[in-house]
């Protein structure tokens, strides 16, 4: 068998498992997947969030893929990082960089089984601030400095692809080599925020086969996350990675709350499977949990089963057609061959699924400010828990 055929029927424990500390941030990023912003007060608490390392140590979860909402500005994170690693669970940590001090760099960069990945989502500042806010690209940049300085090698710096950046590959490839970095790009979806932005944000066709055709040629140092998969319907040389959904199978999801997903860019009720916080925590909601049967069944193929290119794509990505509108036995709205377009297009108007959570800063849309207001940063203690500020301590 296949071991793609394999990973279809499910393994005893996530190959990936992505955990999502909190939804505090200190951005407002237009497409954040999560719809990030303010703290949910009924987040996990320290003890509760060591239980589940030690579950997944049992379950030998090799390492956790943690984000949020910004993971540094929980108070706790470092210690969970530690508890992490002591436990035998390696963590990568994403970040938009605002905590990577040059202390903190170093630290990192002598601890073992840790990696980091800094977001940025153009090479300069003007396109990356127009989706991240204003000064987040020095943010970035300076995170990334600290690091190199601090002789962290090998560090991952994350680009979500747009239409406005799709133009800087080569440029985001500099950043990398500059700072002895790895480059990885991963596709835009229409989740969280990303579904008000998709329109306007997502590539163009010809964007799609120019970052294919750029990855051929570079994709021996370049990580994908498995996200363009749909992509090698474009040509007979597939892209390196996982051809696959692994969706319930492979992967899956934790929010703040211990809400479990199948899917990391699905945080949705139809993708719900269960929370820690119930008997069995964790393990018994990844090994037996409905939804998580259905998706390691085989799978039909649907509408896309009779495409020739079937086999190449597996039919694209399931939380992509689901925010879209589109069956998730359907195409992927970004098919190359142009089924998604049509399928869109007959579709017509209709009512589109929205995130069951939304943490999104009230003044979003008035600007993003890296900064708190005078009057916060005077209060003594916040008047609700969500209204933490998420750079609490940073000078």
Known sequence: MRLVEHFKEGLNAPICLTWELTYACNLSCTHCLSASGKRDPRELTTAECKAVIDELERMQVFYVNIGGGEPTVRPDFWELLDYAIDHHVGVKFSTNGVRITPSRARQLAATDYVDIQISIDGATADVNDAVRGPGSFDTAMRAMQNLADAGFNGFKISVVMTRHNVAQLDDFKAIADRFGAQLRITRLRPSGRGADVWDDLHPTSAQQLKIYEWLLDHGADVLTGDSFFHLNALGSSP???????GAGRVVCLIDPVG???ACPFAIHSEFHAGNVRTEGGFAAVWQTAPLFQT???PQTGGACASCPAFDSCQGGCMAAKFFTGLPL??????CVRGNGERALAAAGTRALPKPDKDHTHTARRLGVQLGMPATARRRSAPDRPCNTSPLAGLS
């Open 295 to 297: 998706l390691r069944q």
């Open 259 to 261: 809400d479990v997903y």
């Open 329 to 334: 036995d359907g195409p992927d709205p970004e």
């Open 239 to 245: 892209l390196p990675g996982l051809n696959l959904c």
